[in-house]
Nanobody, 124 residues
Framework: QVQLVESGGGLVQAGGSLRLSCAAS????????MGWFRQNPGKEREFVAG????????YYGDSVKGRFTISRDNARNTVYLQMNSLKPEDTAVYYC?????????????????WGQGTQVTVSS
C-alpha cells in the first residue's frame, strides 16, 4: 500500500512558477513509476508528466513540454513537478500517481495509487 500526499499548489500569475511535491509512504517507493496528471471539472484526467522508477527516464504531455520538469528523490520518497512559464490553461487540480513496474505510462488506468490532488490556479 502506498499513500501519496501532494503539496505546493496555489495561485500564481501567468509566466510564474510553482513546484509541486508528492510525498509517498512505504518502503518500496523506488519500485514504482510515478506520474502527474491534471483535471478540470467535467473534463478527463490529462497526463502531464511521468518518470521511471529509477528516475532515468521521463516523458511529458505535449502541452507542457519545455516548461515542466518531473524529478524524484527515492531517498526522500518524493516526486516533484517544477512548473515554469505557467499559463492560464494550466489551471487544474494536479494529482500524483504511482504504479508498479518498469517504464513510464500515460494512461490513468495503469496507476495503482493516487493522491488527493492540489489546486493550481494561474491568473492572466
Amino acid at each position: 500500500q502506498v499513500q501519496l500526499v501532494e503539496s505546493g499548489g496555489g495561485l500564481v500569475q501567468a509566466g510564474g512558477s510553482l513546484r509541486l511535491s508528492c510525498a509517498a509512504s512505504g518502503r518500496t517507493f523506488s519500485s514504482y513509476f510515478m506520474g502527474w496528471f491534471r483535471q478540470n471539472p467535467g473534463k478527463e484526467r490529462e497526463f502531464v508528466a511521468g518518470i521511471s522508477w529509477s528516475g532515468s527516464s521521463t516523458y511529458y504531455g505535449d502541452s507542457v513540454k519545455g516548461r515542466f520538469t518531473i524529478s524524484r528523490d527515492n531517498a526522500r520518497n518524493t516526486v516533484y513537478l517544477q512548473m515554469n512559464s505557467l499559463k492560464p490553461e494550466d489551471t487544474a487540480v494536479y494529482y500524483c500517481a504511482a504504479g508498479r513496474g518498469p517504464g513510464i505510462h500515460v494512461g490513468p488506468d495503469r496507476y495503482d495509487y493516487w493522491g488527493q490532488g492540489t489546486q493550481v490556479t494561474v491568473s492572466s
